[in-house]
């Protein structure tokens, strides 16, 4: 090897390990990463003396910048060939020795089309479409029949109206003692509660509501017909005027709702009367068992006896 020669390829090593850092490829590593120097052959001429290395071609050579690879990292400058007219062999094994100085790692792979410049793809963004309008909707129009909202009452009225006293449901009209716990049902009719009643009178149901209590409030639009309470039989003159009324307010209708009240649960007077309008033969007859006491407990209004 020429003196020549070995003093260039000196020069691109020392250029190679004085760089300050090695630059990053696009895939976050070195292209120099583990980077061996290959040792150079050994020459069958004689032993030549050491290159100076402070020659002005390794000036020239380690301020020399690095050419950009084209993929983000840098290949290092290679050396320059020197033909010599005397040596052929020689200046193709520094030729050999120069092109390895750029190798890459024989681990590594890279895609693309080997340009050095990355193919990029251009997505052509979709025309906007305008956004549809709505349609004007039809304002709603308020519905005139709308149901009524629910009436309830505090469940301690309801505790008190049902309150079972332990006596036992009888068919018979009641002869004395009208003020007494009564029984929980009357045979042949239902039991009506507060909170049931001021719903159904609420919603407009057509009905009759009998007082035989016949005191100076009852409840609205109520008969008063004390008379119909009367201890007796089912054969009585009381009992004759009884189906004569219920016809006429009725319109002889057997399943008209009827109902009928007292006092509170310890008044015999209704449940007699509901006794009779059974035996007149009406079939949807009501036993409003808490009274007008369980009524104004709930703090629904009464109105004067007769209106």
Known sequence: MTLMTRTATSAALAALLSAPAFAEDSFGGSFDDGFEQPAAEASSDSKEPEPNYGTDTQAQAGTQPAADDGFGGSFGPGSETTTDSGSTGTTAETADTTAQDGDFDPDFSITGTGTG???????????????????PQPEAQPETNQQAQAITVDPQILTFESRDYGVPPTGNLRNGGMHA???TMVPG???VSTEGLANAMASG???IIIDVLGQQYSLPSAYMIPEMSSPGSYQDRIQQQTGQFLAQVTGQVADYPIILYCSDPQCWLSYNATLRVVAAGYTNVY????GITAWQMA???VYPSGY
């Open 117 to 135: 410049t990355e193919e990029t793809t251009e997505t052509a963004m979709p025309e906007t479409q305008p956004e549809p309008q709505p349609e």
């Open 181 to 183: 716990p009564t029984p």
């Open 189 to 191: 009719a239902s039991v």
């Open 205 to 207: 149901l057509d009905m």
């Open 287 to 290: 036993w409003y068992r808490g």
């Open 299 to 301: 703090g629904f209004p």
